[in-house]
């Protein structure tokens, strides 16, 4: 199991989602997609919205949590694959308005899904290292799927950060993490496309179910611990079932899930679903709860991550918004509004 | 596609960022042209709107039905800038807002996306 030399930590985390939500009915009512829906509604980015944005909110509300200057920030590492440019990194324009330094590292991550938790396990190795004091890890995601595909009933948007640093400055500890990687074509998009396309059923079993699975009992049997031993688990989220499915499969209970589960009200926030899922559950966690986190990307992959609240999370949460803050927030729109702000229609 | 000029202004854009005399600590926002002796300072972003006006057909790169606001921001300057997440009916003199960074422009699939200060009413009450 990779183990930094050094114990880290979240010490500050921030979540993002924006007022706009389409319900599924909506989008089956223009593409006949009967009752049997994924989720109940998604979030969708308003027309100044995007990726750089949100993760820009997210990413100050992280800082006011761990009550660190950004200046302090050695890193800014944004996971996405709905980045605004192709080449001009998200992360640069992100550290600028957070007010970081000139001595900082920002890139951007790409792993489908879990472009987010790769910079958090990058930035595990770089706090765990002592080289730097403190990383910024993102995911942020404003999601595309073809019109009436069964990915645009969830395709959502989202952004969630975490600041990594030193575990005695913790407001929940990092234990332990591990990867897994194969190459599995569930899902994948080809360059200059616009949407991406998946397998299908072919992104359940050998997919997302197989890696997931395949992390969170290594995970466990490396840290020598049981699906009891924590009180909450966060799962990538796709759409309402699997996460919950994920879980019986690996012997957790619907109450472990709870909180973390925000798919159904938000839909699949793609790089920030399993980062959102952890800064829900922090939002009610207390000091001493266990709480393990398994991400997820097609391609495919999935990281896994075992954590323990500090006594230094419940003042520190309040110093910024909760999620649900965002999730009650919420400004319902049609399939034609939704169409003209998510670019969907062909002019000229 | 004027990239020096965006860049130049994005310290203000970004972080609202004004400027304080050292001797009289007037706060100046955006910064003065000949800002030698004033220091830069960050704003909080907290703020009130002191007027409003709806921009039903705005100009290129702009959206349609914009809300243009001044915002008397808490260290004393008033700016103008565009709400966000609200409806211009929900709008009110004296509404407290707070600064978010938003996409202000786009300028086509050869140029720059342009970010900057919006103002939103509060996410949580004060």
């Given amino acids: 199991m990779p183990k930094p030399t050094l114990a880290t930590g979240i010490v500050g985390y921030g979540a993002y989602v924006p007022r706009f939500r389409i319900t599924a009915a909506e989008i089956s009512r223009i593409?006949?997609?009967?009752?049997?829906?994924?989720?109940?509604e998604k979030s969708v980015p308003g027309i100044d919205e995007d990726t750089i944005t949100m993760a820009i909110e997210a990413g100050r509300h992280a800082l006011a949590r761990a009550a660190v200057p950004a200046t302090e920030l050695g890193a800014v590492w944004i996971g996405s694959e709905s980045h605004p440019y192709a080449?001009?990194?998200?992360?640069?324009?992100?550290?600028?308005?957070?007010?970081?330094?000139l001595e900082i590292s920002a890139a951007d991550w790409e792993f489908a899904c879990k472009a987010g938790t790769e910079a958090l396990t990058a930035s595990m190795g770089m706090v765990g290292s002592g080289m730097l004091a403190y990383a910024m890890a993102i995911g942020a995601d404003t999601a595309q799927g073809r019109p009436g595909d069964a990915l645009e009933y969830t395709a959502a948007a989202g952004a969630a950060a975490l600041i990594v640093g030193p575990a005695d400055q913790a407001l929940a500890t990092l234990d332990a993490t591990l990867s897994v990687v194969t190459d599995t074509p569930d899902f994948f998009r080809r360059a200059e496309q616009t949407y991406p396309v998946h397998g299908n059923r072919f992104t359940g079993t050998p997919a997302y179910f197989a890696h997931i699975t395949n992390a969170g009992r290594r995970l466990l049997a490396q840290l020598g611990a049981e699906p009891g031993d924590f009180r909450y688990v966060v799962f990538h989220q796709p759409n309402a079932k699997f996460p919950q499915t994920v879980g019986k499969q690996l012997g957790f209970g619907p109450e472990q899930i709870a909180p973390g589960l925000l798919a159904p009200r938000i839909g699949n926030t793609y790089s920030a679903a399993a980062l959102l899922g952890l800064c829900a559950t922090l939002d009610v966690a207390e000091p001493g709860d266990r709480i393990m986190v398994v991400s997820y990307g097609s391609g495919a992959g999935a990281d896994a991550y075992a954590l323990t609240v500090t006594d230094r999370l419940p003042a520190a949460r309040e110093r910024a918004p909760l999620t649900t803050a965002y999730l009650e927030r919420r400004v319902e729109v049609d399939y034609a509004t939704y169409a003209k702000w998510r670019g969907k229609l062909v002019q000229g | 596609m004027q990239l020096a000029k965006h860049w130049r202004l994005k310290g203000s854009r970004y972080r609202l960022e004004g400027a304080r005399h050292p001797h009289t600590g007037a706060i100046c926002f955006p910064r003065p042209a000949d800002a030698a002796e004033w220091e830069a300072v960050p704003l909080s972003g907290q703020g009130v709107v002191e007027s409003f006006a709806a921009a039903g057909k705005a100009a290129d790169g702009f959206a349609d039905d914009a809300v243009m606001a001044l915002v008397r921001l808490a260290e004393g300057p008033i700016i103008t800038a565009q709400l966000t997440d609200v409806a211009l009916d929900e709008v009110k003199i004296d509404m407290p807002v707070e600064m978010v960074t938003r996409k202000l422009r786009d300028l086509g699939p050869e140029g720059l996306i342009v970010y900057g200060y919006k103002f939103r009413p509060l996410l949580v009450e004060r």
């Fill in chain 1, 31 to 40: 593409w006949n997609g009967g009752s049997l829906l994924p989720i109940t």
């Fill in chain 1, 87 to 101: 080449v001009k990194p998200s992360g640069t324009i992100v550290a600028e308005a957070l007010g970081c330094g």
